[in-house]
């Protein structure tokens, strides 16, 4: 008998007191709650999966918006006791094979959490995160790199104006001119104005300034405790081990103390209130949004969070839910509100919806819309079979164990950390079946449960908030002025000892950049570490006259994966570029003479859902053998595996569109890819740089860049969408006529699934030539578009995956990220990120800085870029390889592995391949990458291009890099 089975409440493991232990069997897990003497809580998840979880986590409750824990959360990463390093975090990044690594800030909590399927690895990264967590350095030079500083706009020069700058403060002057961001924080401000949550805890870029060094300090020694910690563990690695470590690193060296981090309830409101803000934009006609905000019950509570996660999944789940429906076809507005739905992440819950994509002058319509829909919903009522549908989403979401998106262990503690703080049962957010009886208990004793619940707690709740945000042409301007006029206040009194102490201390700071760092301290990993295989997961595969059907065995804990690609290199150019249009309206129009609204129904009651995908790739030994794929895939309970190839088939065969529906369809795209320009600045950027340089980027670029953008703007008029609806039948008639890779993932008992009804739906007559793109015209471009910061890029043509250079170009690609972009975008830039990427199948190496307050001096960065190698040790090619190897090693699960292994033999890429890659990779060495970086990042092959709130060409002028300016 192991001690993990052995726990039970009131046995002691040292200093730790088991409290709760229970087995959770719809996931094959046990759960351990633990409490320390210092006050510590601990949950374990003992669970056969070798991808290791850990986080800890601090109720951290800012009283104030200066982002005090935000900026914490950073320094508190940027060396500590035992690794005095500058920079332990991103040095770790390369002497790990992490599987996930990260640390965030939200409104009431800090985490920092990891995972990795290395049991050293593991070890290594807890001795790091216990250190950075509990015993930081908190460094005055790294809270003024990564939080706040005053420095010169010619650095040196204590007679130039003074600018602000700081890691977090650009990061947050770039979040907080995104819509998305600003309508999330007015929530909080609106909801709860007396609590911790009316302030922004990242940040406001007027606030930031404000907050000392002091201050900082501070608010580590009251939060960063054990008293206020929560300790997290997942996998098969034996609790003991972990309490051991966590013990002796950490709790040996406290004493109990006392704080109080509790959230009281807001005060109820006596009527409804309003809250009036904007954002910089200039899109009058369709650029407002509004929402409706309620507050509701204490989220923590158990019946409380399902009732109202279950009734957001009712009204607003999916196109066909009734206020999502109802607002939609108001045409108010384009597509759902910002952050519309439930929100657990409260103390006391909150539900908001409303509409984006509205005229600045209709703005005010929306609060009517959403009272009037709901008004209608609670009197008409909600027909049965749509909850039967929403519960039967959740059943799903029970079953189902998935690492995509996230591992699935990290998955558990994002589920179950908001009860878990608050002092409900984290326990009922990870095994939800016994809460799901009493909701269909009580909805048998009254059938008008939910109706019941809009009336009582949406209809005459009066703590209601109605946010409106606008775009404001002139904010932007107005913005740049306010942060000039915050830096005259800040320097008014400034004497010549003043602005020399600004210049000492920051001489101080370039310092600690330029040290020589002895890395050495930290624990890594070595190359023998890294896996030589690739999984090997069996399949059969059968033929038709139109499909090549795999049939994958998995353990999916009883769920049914479907997967039906085709190739569509035969499309014409106008189609293929409507393709990516054309799987976003396919799922959410009718089909087999059911409207939208039925057939989504029909979806919802017998799927876990259904997505259509467009997807690209070339052959492994040949760039110009592009291909192009279209890819319809769903899930379901094996219960309803007929039910789900009906589906697919009637999708596939007798798909519906209406004008009506096109027309609305690409209104919600159009916003969101509006707004994504915004916020994804540098895939954009990377898009634009990538068409210059190969038919794959072209292509790419055509379907998912501002190019295709373009073509969906250009497409809403009448006459252009009767033209469109004429394409899709185009469409759908030619992808029938490919032959299909069908892949079936399931449990040996679901393996024999008559897919036929898919199958013979192909012809399998399409030619298959490689297809053919145009690239761009080979000139630096340049969006400039609402936002105070750039997004800039540079790409290089690189060579196919099994060319004897690629692996080469992989590792160079992390070198440069880890030993040169870092430090110079982000330390000493302020950017918010910097890296470089290589992708091995595309063949493009980019250079890239995200949310970054320089143009032309990171244009200067990308050009030194070689001179990174002129260092280079063997350490550096170590960690290089390290964290190359993890590209190529993702982390997959039962309903992922076998779907890559079946896919990836059809395209070329088969273990064999992959390992010989993998074998290249290892053998890389110091001169290959000299050699490569030489023959490949060579300046007459660069392509350039940079999304900005700005026209580059009077900084970059100097540099002889003029940008082709185009206004998005």
Request: hydrophobic residues 40%; negative net charge.
């Given at each position: 008998?192991?001690?993990?089975?052995?726990?039970?409440?009131?046995?002691?493991?040292?200093?730790?007191?088991?409290?709760?232990?229970?087995?959770?069997?719809?996931?094959?897990?046990?759960?351990?709650?633990?409490?320390?003497?210092?006050?510590?809580?601990?949950?374990?998840?003992?669970?056969?999966?070798?991808?290791?979880?850990?986080?800890?986590?601090?109720?951290?409750?800012?009283?104030?918006?200066?982002?005090?824990?935000?900026?914490?959360?950073?320094?508190?990463?940027?060396?500590?006791?035992?690794?005095?390093?500058?920079?332990?975090?991103?040095?770790?990044?390369?002497?790990?094979?992490?599987?996930?690594?990260?640390?965030?800030?939200?409104?009431?909590?800090?985490?920092?959490?990891?995972?990795?399927?290395?049991?050293?690895d593991y070890f290594n990264l807890l001795s790091v995160y216990l250190d950075a967590a509990?015993?930081?350095?908190?460094?005055?030079?790294?809270?003024?790199?990564?939080?706040?500083?005053?420095?010169?706009?010619?650095?040196?020069?204590?007679?130039?104006?003074?600018?602000?700058?700081?890691?977090?403060?650009?990061?947050?002057?770039?979040?907080?001119?995104?819509?998305?961001?600003?309508?999330?924080?007015?929530?909080?401000?609106?909801?709860?104005?007396?609590?911790?949550?009316?302030?922004?805890?990242?940040?406001?870029?007027?606030?930031?300034?404000?907050?000392?060094?002091?201050?900082?300090?501070?608010?580590?020694?009251?939060?960063?405790?054990?008293?206020?910690?929560?300790?997290?563990?997942?996998?098969?690695?034996?609790?003991?081990?972990?309490?051991?470590?966590?013990?002796?690193?950490?709790?040996?060296?406290?004493?109990?103390?006392?704080?109080?981090?509790?959230?009281?309830?807001?005060?109820?409101?006596?009527?409804?209130?309003?809250?009036?803000?904007?954002?910089?934009?200039?899109?009058?006609?369709?650029?407002?949004?509004?929402?409706?905000?309620?507050?509701?019950?204490?989220?923590?509570?158990?019946?409380?969070?399902?009732?109202?996660?279950?009734?957001?999944?009712?009204?607003?789940?999916?196109?066909?839910?009734?206020?999502?429906?109802?607002?939609?076809?108001?045409?108010?507005?384009?597509?759902?509100?910002?952050?519309?739905?439930?929100?657990?992440?409260?103390?006391?819950?909150?539900?908001?919806?409303?509409?984006?994509?509205?005229?600045?002058?209709?703005?005010?319509?929306?609060?009517?819309?959403?009272?009037?829909?709901?008004?209608?919903?609670?009197?008409?009522?909600?027909?049965?079979?749509?909850?039967?549908?929403?519960?039967?989403?959740?059943?799903?979401?029970?079953?189902?164990?998935?690492?995509?998106?996230?591992?699935?262990?990290?998955?558990?503690?994002?589920?179950?950390?908001?009860?878990?703080?608050?002092?409900?049962?984290?326990?009922?957010?990870?095994?939800?079946?016994?809460?799901?009886?009493?909701?269909?208990?009580?909805?048998?004793?009254?059938?008008?449960?939910?109706?019941?619940?809009?009336?009582?707690?949406?209809?005459?709740?009066?703590?209601?908030?109605?946010?409106?945000?606008?775009?404001?042409?002139?904010?932007?301007?107005?913005?740049?002025?306010?942060?000039?006029?915050?830096?005259?206040?800040?320097?008014?009194?400034?004497?010549?000892?003043?602005?020399?102490?600004?210049?000492?201390?920051?001489?101080?700071?370039?310092?600690?950049?330029?040290?020589?760092?002895?890395?050495?301290?930290?624990?890594?990993?070595?190359?023998?570490?890294?896996?030589?295989?690739?999984?090997?997961?069996?399949?059969?595969?059968?033929?038709?006259?139109?499909?090549?059907?795999?049939?994958?065995?998995?353990?999916t804990s009883g769920l049914v994966y479907l997967d039906v690609q085709v190739r569509v290199?035969?499309?014409?150019?106008?189609?293929?570029?409507?393709?990516?249009?054309?799987?976003?309206?396919?799922?959410?129009?009718?089909?087999?003479?059911?409207?939208?609204?039925?057939?989504?129904?029909?979806?919802?009651?017998?799927?876990?859902?259904?997505?259509?995908?467009?997807?690209?790739?070339?052959?492994?030994?040949?760039?110009?053998?592009?291909?192009?794929?279209?890819?319809?895939?769903?899930?379901?309970?094996?219960?309803?595996?007929?039910?789900?190839?009906?589906?697919?088939?009637?999708?596939?065969?007798?798909?519906?569109?209406?004008?009506?529906?096109?027309?609305?369809?690409?209104?919600?795209?159009?916003?969101?890819?509006?707004?994504?320009?915004?916020?994804?600045?540098?895939?954009?950027?990377?898009?634009?740089?990538?068409?210059?340089?190969?038919?794959?980027?072209?292509?790419?670029?055509?379907?998912?860049?501002?190019?295709?953008?373009?073509?969906?703007?250009?497409?809403?008029?009448?006459?252009?969408?009767?033209?469109?609806?004429?394409?899709?039948?185009?469409?759908?008639?030619?992808?029938?006529?490919?032959?299909?890779?069908?892949?079936?993932?399931?449990?040996?008992?679901?393996?024999?699934?008559?897919?036929?009804?898919?199958?013979?739906?192909?012809?399998?007559?399409?030619?298959?030539?490689?297809?053919?793109?145009?690239?761009?015209?080979?000139?630096?471009?340049?969006?400039?578009?609402?936002?105070?910061?750039?997004?800039?890029?540079?790409?290089?043509?690189?060579?196919?995956?099994?060319?004897?250079?690629?692996?080469?170009?992989?590792?160079?690609?992390?070198?440069?990220?880890?030993?040169?972009?870092?430090?110079?975008?982000?330390?000493?830039?302020?950017?918010?990120?910097?890296?470089?990427?290589?992708?091995?199948?595309?063949?493009?190496?980019?250079?890239?800085?995200?949310?970054?307050?320089?143009?032309?001096?990171?244009?200067?960065?990308?050009?030194?870029?070689?001179?990174?190698?002129?260092?280079?040790?063997?350490?550096?090619?170590?960690?290089?390889?390290?964290?190359?190897?993890?590209?190529?090693?993702?982390?997959?699960?039962?309903?992922?592995?076998?779907?890559?292994?079946?896919?990836?033999?059809?395209?070329?890429?088969?273990?064999?391949?992959?390992?010989?890659?993998?074998?290249?990779?290892?053998?890389?060495?110091?001169?290959?990458?000299?050699?490569?970086?030489?023959?490949?990042?060579?300046?007459?092959?660069?392509?350039?291009?940079?999304?900005?709130?700005?026209?580059?060409?009077?900084?970059?002028?100097?540099?002889?890099?003029?940008?082709?300016?185009?206004?998005?």
């Open positions: 008998m192991t001690i993990q089975d052995a726990l039970r409440p009131g046995v002691q493991l040292g200093r730790y007191t088991v409290e709760r232990v229970q087995d959770l069997p719809e996931i094959d897990a046990r759960i351990t709650f633990l409490r320390h003497d210092l006050g510590a809580r601990h949950m374990h998840v003992h669970r056969a999966d070798d991808n290791l979880a850990f986080g800890v986590v601090f109720p951290t409750v800012p009283q104030d918006s200066t982002g005090v824990a935000h900026i914490l959360e950073h320094v508190a990463l940027m060396g500590s006791a035992n690794y005095p390093v500058p920079d332990p975090f991103f040095a770790m990044l390369p002497r790990s094979l992490n599987t996930f690594m990260n640390a965030f800030t939200s409104s009431d909590w800090t985490a920092y959490p990891f995972s990795t399927r290395n049991t050293q509990f015993f930081p350095l908190l460094r005055y030079e790294s809270f003024r790199q990564d939080g706040h500083r005053l420095e010169f706009e010619t650095p040196g020069d204590a007679k130039s104006a003074l600018k602000l700058g700081g890691v977090v403060y650009n990061e947050m002057k770039g979040a907080m001119a995104a819509p998305a961001s600003i309508m999330y924080r007015a929530i909080g401000k609106a909801l709860y104005p007396d609590l911790t949550y009316a302030n922004n805890s990242g940040g406001e870029p007027n606030d930031i300034p404000s907050l000392t060094w002091e201050d900082l300090r501070a608010f580590h020694a009251r939060h960063y405790h054990p008293s206020n910690a929560f300790f997290y563990t997942y996998g098969s690695l034996p609790l003991e081990q972990s309490l051991q470590v966590i013990e002796e690193r950490v709790m040996s060296k406290f004493t109990p103390q006392a704080l109080d981090v509790s959230i009281p309830d807001q005060t109820p409101f006596a009527e409804p209130r309003a809250l009036a803000l904007s954002y910089p934009g200039t899109d009058l006609e369709g650029g407002a949004q509004g929402t409706v905000a309620w507050k509701l019950g204490r989220s923590f509570d158990a019946s409380e969070n399902l009732k109202w996660s279950v009734l957001s999944e009712l009204l607003l789940g999916n196109p066909a839910a009734p206020l999502y429906h109802a607002l939609i076809e108001s045409g108010v507005g384009s597509s759902l509100a910002d952050a519309s739905g439930y929100h657990d992440n409260f103390r006391e819950g909150a539900f908001t919806v409303g509409l984006k994509g509205v005229s600045a002058a209709r703005v005010n319509e929306v609060e009517a819309l959403v009272l009037n829909a709901l008004q209608t919903i609670a009197r008409d009522g909600i027909p049965a079979e749509l909850v039967d549908s929403a519960l039967h989403q959740f059943e799903i979401a029970q079953k189902e164990v998935s690492n995509a998106g996230w591992p699935y262990g990290l998955k558990l503690m994002m589920r179950g950390l908001g009860p878990w703080l608050h002092g409900g049962d984290p326990i009922s957010a990870l095994n939800i079946d016994v809460e799901l009886a009493r909701l269909q208990a009580a909805r048998a004793e009254h059938p008008r449960l939910f109706e019941e619940v809009i009336e009582a707690e949406l209809l005459r709740n009066p703590h209601r908030a109605t946010i409106t945000l606008t775009p404001d042409a002139d904010l932007a301007a107005r913005t740049e002025a306010e942060e000039r006029a915050l830096v005259e206040r800040l320097t008014a009194t400034f004497t010549d000892e003043d602005r020399q102490r600004v210049l000492d201390e920051n001489a101080a700071l370039d310092a600690m950049r330029e040290a020589d760092v002895d890395h050495g301290v930290l624990p890594t990993l070595s190359t023998a570490d890294i896996p030589t295989g690739v999984p090997r997961p069996a399949y059969t595969t059968e033929e038709t006259p139109g499909a090549i059907i795999g049939r994958v065995p998995q353990p290199n035969h499309l014409p150019g106008d189609l293929l570029d409507l393709l990516p249009l054309y799987a976003f309206a396919l799922t959410r129009s009718g089909a087999a003479g059911l409207t939208d609204v039925q057939m989504t129904r029909r979806v919802e009651a017998v799927t876990g859902g259904v997505s259509a995908s467009v997807g690209s790739g070339v052959a492994p030994s040949e760039l110009q053998d592009l291909r192009a794929a279209f890819t319809l895939s769903g899930k379901a309970l094996s219960r309803n595996a007929d039910a789900l190839v009906s589906v697919l088939h009637d999708y596939l065969t007798a798909p519906q569109f209406t004008p009506e529906r096109v027309r609305q369809l690409l209104r919600q795209r159009v916003t969101a890819l509006r707004a994504s320009v915004v916020s994804s600045g540098t895939d954009y950027a990377l898009r634009t740089a990538t068409a210059q340089l190969t038919p794959e980027g072209a292509l790419d670029e055509r379907q998912g860049g501002i190019t295709h953008l373009r073509t969906l703007e250009a497409a809403q008029t009448d006459e252009a969408i009767a033209a469109l609806l004429d394409q899709f039948a185009r469409l759908q008639r030619a992808l029938l006529d490919g032959r299909a890779r069908v892949c079936l993932t399931a449990q040996d008992a679901d393996l024999n699934l008559d897919l036929t009804a898919v199958t013979q739906a192909f012809q399998g007559t399409a030619p298959d030539a490689p297809v053919s793109a145009a690239l761009s015209p080979r000139t630096p471009v340049a969006y400039t578009v609402d936002t105070p910061v750039a997004y800039n890029v540079r790409a290089y043509p690189g060579v196919p995956y099994t060319h004897a250079d690629n692996a080469a170009l992989l590792v160079l690609s992390r070198l440069l990220r880890t030993t040169y972009l870092q430090k110079e975008l982000r330390e000493r830039g302020g950017a918010y990120g910097g890296y470089a990427t290589f992708d091995p199948r595309g063949g493009v190496f980019g250079l890239a800085s995200y949310r970054d307050p320089h143009i032309a001096r990171t244009y200067g960065v990308f050009d030194r870029a070689q001179s990174a190698l002129a260092s280079l040790t063997d350490r550096d090619l170590t960690e290089a390889i390290l964290s190359a190897s993890k590209q190529l090693d993702p982390l997959t699960s039962p309903d992922t592995v076998g779907r890559l292994r079946f896919y990836g033999d059809l395209g070329g890429y088969t273990a064999d391949v992959q390992e010989a890659y993998k074998a290249r990779l290892l053998a890389v060495t110091q001169d290959d990458l000299r050699r490569v970086a030489s023959t490949y990042l060579r300046a007459d092959a660069a392509a350039n291009a940079t999304v900005a709130g700005r026209n580059p060409n009077a900084e970059t002028a100097d540099a002889g890099l003029t940008f082709d300016v185009r206004t998005l």
